[in-house]
């Protein structure tokens, strides 16, 4: 199952958010959409990150701006490619997003 940082979400290094929501792409960081220390290293594995660019990476960590809709992106998409349930979801992140 683990891809081990190989995104399961995104294939370019364009900001996912902005690509979204329609602002310019400054540069991208690498960012973990399920994070928290034990969760990061399984985000890694299972293949949830995500390139923001640095403008919506630091709102999102200053404000929490677009965290929740990152999260729910995240399990949406582990649960269709690794075909798991929400239970699966929550034995394995400890939390339900969606």
């Known amino acids: 199952m683990p891809r081990k940082n190989k995104s399961?979400?995104?294939?370019d290094h364009d900001c996912w958010l902005c690509k979204r929501i329609g602002y310019e792409v400054y540069g991208s960081d690498l960012h973990h959409?399920?994070?928290?220390?034990?969760n990061r290293?399984?985000?890694d594995e299972?293949?949830?990150?995500?390139?923001l660019c640095r403008r919506c990476h630091t709102l999102l960590h200053d404000k929490g701006l677009n965290d929740l809709l990152l999260q729910q992106e995240a399990q949406a998409k582990w649960q269709e490619y690794y075909n798991k349930t929400t239970e699966d979801f929550i034995k394995r992140y400890g939390k339900n997003y969606l």
């Not at 399961?8 to 294939?11: H, N, R, S, Y």
């Open 8 to 11: 399961i979400v995104q294939e």
């Open 33 to 38: 959409m399920i994070h928290g220390t034990a």
């Open 41 to 43: 290293k399984l985000a």
């Open 46 to 51: 299972d293949g949830l990150t995500v390139y």
